[in-house]
């Protein structure tokens, strides 16, 4: 029988990338994101492996009933991914701008990661994967909810996996902390930037081998060992 999997923000970048990686590796994927356009277009090119669900991540009321309704299609579901996410720098800290990037990469964070946690424990096995950042590491001061948000999902993430491992449970928890990625939401040319193919490989590797954390690509992993020790004060010069 084929692997299914569900992976929310999968209408661009990242999350889009991945589904196609999976469902080429076989699976039966549902995908989800507010651009309905996307999702019919990604659909054209395999109608019989994915299966589509139009989603703001932001409507909790919707959250609910669009995964049990994915998932009462699927049946069994071994794998979810949250992709989705917002990134704005905010100079003048205004309110509107810094209350999407919670919504989406916080609270409807959380709320597919509830969700999917509390199935998997009722199915008895499933792998969730977060798609948080090197952001994470530290605060910026011309992004701070974005990067406050990543954080948060780190140690979201962290805790469910300490969870999982505390229940001896088949559930597996991994958290991707990739770097710059060559998407909508990098806004550019970038230090170190990675192209969406070559992350998504290395973010599909770190699925398969159920790894708790992996940074990608692989040199983010240096870049966040020296990110972690640097002082505020000659961090804040450097971005
Ligand atoms: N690109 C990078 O350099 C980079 C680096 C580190 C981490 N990441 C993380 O990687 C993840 C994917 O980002 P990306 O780079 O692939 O950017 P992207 O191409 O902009 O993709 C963002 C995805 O999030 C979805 N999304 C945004 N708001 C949503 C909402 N309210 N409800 C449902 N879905 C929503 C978008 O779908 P719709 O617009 O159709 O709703 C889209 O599918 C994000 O969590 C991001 O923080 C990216």
Do not use: C
């Not at 792998?127 to 990543?150: C, D, E, Q």
């Not at 469910?160 to 990739?178: E, F, G, Q, V, Y």
């Not at 690509?217 to 010069?237: D, E, Y």
């Amino acid at each position: 029988m084929s692997k299914k999997a569900i992976v929310f923000g999968a209408t661009s970048g990242i999350g889009k990338a991945l589904a196609q990686l999976m469902v080429k590796d076989g699976y039966t994927v549902a995908i989800t994101g507010r651009r309905k356009d996307k999702l019919l277009e990604i659909q054209a090119a395999n109608p019989k492996q994915y299966i589509i669900k139009k989603h703001d991540v932001t409507k909790l009321e919707d959250s609910e009933k669009v995964f049990n309704e994915l998932t009462q299609e699927l049946g069994t579901v071994d794998l979810i991914v949250y992709s989705s996410g917002v990134a704005e720098p905010n100079y003048n800290l205004e309110w509107n701008k810094e209350l999407p990037t919670l919504n989406v990469n916080v609270i409807g964070a959380v709320k597919i990661y509830g969700l999917a946690y509390n199935f998997f424990h009722q199915q008895g096995y499933g792998h969730l994967v977060g798609i948080s950042s090197v952001a994470g590491l530290r605060g910026n001061r011309h992004t701070p909810a974005y990067f406050a948000s990543k954080a948060f999902q780190n140690n979201y993430l962290e805790s469910l996996w300490m969870k999982a491992k505390r229940s001896k449970s088949k559930i597996h928890i991994t958290d991707i902390a990739p770097g710059f990625v060559d998407t909508k939401m990098a806004l550019g040319d970038t230090f170190g930037m990675a192209s969406v193919d070559k992350a998504t490989q290395q973010i599909y590797s770190a699925i398969q081998r159920k790894k708790k954390k992996a940074y990608v690509t692989k040199r983010w992993g240096l870049v966040a060992f020296v990110m972690k020790r640097l002082p505020a004060k000659l961090l804040m010069k450097l971005a």
